[in-house]
């Protein structure tokens, strides 16, 4: 039987349909994303009036009501943008399409667009992705598991003077612990943390107390006890014994694992979070066709606000 993604149905959006579409039809994508309810006839975002002038020389809109002029980004993560919306909708599709993610060199040599932009709009991508995961509660059968990422420490060049790297006293200090909580046949959360320890916490903040949480048999998992059934497996032993198992945590891992070694090749401290909730979204929605993923980020990014982290990146003062 043959694989999903080397199917036909998976391929259902290309970067040539979105060339050839042109930027009206582009356009016209993003105003039926932003305005569902109204078959993408404006709506001000200021009073919600319906009816408004239509300012074409500009693609904006004047507000009949209260004379407020927005345009179809207005108030969304893609506010002040300068690339066009054929742009915009290509940048999505290459984003999508990486099975591991694309780097934002990569996006920018594709677009023909300096590397601080395509790095600003791929983390603005990321933010409007995690919309899906706030405040989403996890039922069944959880899978929980963590793992280490960053701070790598370069060995010695002659064996003599070499250390034991896994030593608290020999790392940098930068290194975090991602904990992945992932539904079997569902969704998946995603923490970041100074050690895998923090994973109590968030499994009782995101999993219902109904659900058989699988574990492996690190001490701090123990608390887990107390409100759940637990299962748990010693990966020193064997990886599933027919009871319990984290091979779905594991395939998370070996996708963020995969991700910051041979896509990104360093993920800075600070945005780990943001990676981890990408790889987490790609593997909840890996089944789908990547044009339903390019329309579910597009309509995320329409429904997200302006983003606080990411206007006005390069323009701070340092």
């Known amino acids: 039987m043959q694989h999903f993604l080397l199917s036909a149905g998976a391929r259902t959006l290309s970067l ?20 569902p309810e109204t078959d993408g006839e404006a709506v001000c975002p200021s009073c919600g009036c319906t009816e408004s002038y239509s300012i074409t020389s500009r693609r904006r809109f004047k507000c009949v009501g209260c004379h407020h002029q927005y345009s179809v980004t207005s108030g969304t993560i893609f506010a002040s943008r300068k690339l066009s919306f054929t742009d915009l909708l290509a940048a999505i599709v290459i984003f999508v399409n990486g099975a591991k993610g694309v780097s934002a060199l990569q996006v920018s040599r594709d677009l023909d667009v300096q590397y601080k932009t395509a790095f600003v709009l791929s983390h603005k991508l990321r933010e409007a992705m995690a919309l899906e995961a706030k405040g989403r509660m996890l039922d069944g059968v959880v899978e929980v598991d963590g793992a280490y990422f960053g701070g790598y420490v370069k060995p010695a060049n002659y064996k003599e003077a070499r250390v034991d790297r896994r030593l608290v006293a020999h790392q940098t200090g930068k290194r975090q612990s991602v904990v992945v909580v992932r539904e079997r046949g569902g969704d998946t959360n995603t923490f970041v943390g100074k050690s895998e320890a923090i994973g109590v916490a968030a499994v009782r903040n995101c999993v219902d107390a109904d659900a058989v949480i699988h574990a492996d048999e690190a001490s701090h998992w123990d608390a887990l006890h107390g409100r759940n059934v637990a ?17 779905q945590a594991e395939s998370f891992f070996s996708r963020l694992r995969r991700a910051e070694i041979g896509v990104h090749h360093h993920i800075a401290g600070p945005y780990l979070n943001a990676y981890a909730g990408e790889m987490a979204w790609r593997e909840d929605n890996r089944r789908e066709a990547n044009g339903t993923q390019a329309g579910m980020v ?10 606080r982290q990411w206007k006005g990146y390069w ?4």
């Open 16 to 35: 040539k349909a979105v060339f050839k579409m042109g930027e009206d039809a582009a356009y016209d994508a993003f105003r039926m994303m932003r305005w």
């Open 231 to 247: 299962k748990r497996i010693n990966h020193s032993v064997c990886y599933s014994d027919g009871s319990a198992c984290t091979n």
């Open 298 to 307: 597009v309509r995320s990014a329409m429904v997200s606000p302006v983003s």
């Open 315 to 318: 323009q701070r003062a340092a």
